[in-house]
């Protein structure tokens, strides 16, 4: 299947072109961390194609709008979808990209077309209905990983929450709506999940409130109300600290070293250019 993105560079004309990449989606953070002049050159060395990865199949993807300077990515997987690295990641690629509003897209390939006026619903998969990561047990050897792939769920109001854990190989679990809390009813219980997520939603069932966060992207990202008719559901987009207030005691991730983080970002790029 490849590790499949779409890159996309606007002229200072508004015109657009549209690359695609096989290989390209793990890394894309660390790519564009060599600057503008360096990304443009390596995307333009892509192959030029009018084929639009969907919702399903984007896996990351970049847009570097020459006249805004806009930048605008997003990836699945690499640094910048990774708890301990994210903030690091960010925070380099802004250095890197000095005059440039630098953007996560959170919807995927659907708000890069959106940014460009052109239909999301071109790069939708409606209809294939959910694939959800399962339930793991405490002590899975997942939860042993420095950044383990897997979303926290905790249910119920404060000091009261249950506290619960899936794979986050799939969709998040928010798609789910409300059917999410029969799924869980019965299911492995972890007390307290202090593992390094890169996705989560707190629900409260008494105040028919969820909030939920994610570190990549998740399809119709902004569309999630529509998935919980009844409740109230605010996208804290990545920010996870949101879901540490809401259930205290409950999701207690390790603390970010910042300076740690930058120097292992700085590494992993400079390591991925003397690979190229």
Sequence with gaps: MG????????????EYELYLSRFGAIGIDLDLLAGPAEALSMVRHLRAVDWWLDDVHCQGAALI???????????????SAEMRHRAATLELLREAWVGWDVRWMYDGPAEL??????????????????AVGPL?????????DPEP???????????????????NVNDHPVREGAALLD??????????CEASADAGIHVD???RRVGWWVLGAS????????RWPGWTVEFWQDRWEEHVLAAPGRFSPPPVDRARALADVRAAAAERRREA
């Design 183 to 192: 799924r869980l009813a019965g299911g492995p219980e972890h007390g307290v």
């Design 65 to 79: 709008d020459l006249g805004r300077k806009v930048l605008m990515l997003f990836a699945w997987e690499g640094p």
């Design 113 to 130: 077309r959106t940014y460009l006026g052109l239909d999301p619903e071109h790069v939708r998969a409606r209809g294939r209905g959910h």
């Design 149 to 167: 792939m897997v979303a926290v769920v905790t249910v119920g109001a404060v000091g009261t929450e249950h506290c619960y854990v899936l794979a």
């Design 219 to 226: 399809a119709e990202a902004y569309e999630m109300p529509q």
């Design 205 to 207: 069932p008494l105040r």
């Design 136 to 144: 793991l047990e405490p002590g899975d050897e997942e939860l042993a």
């Design 3 to 14: 590790d499949r993105a779409n890159f996309v560079v606007v002229r200072e004309s508004g």
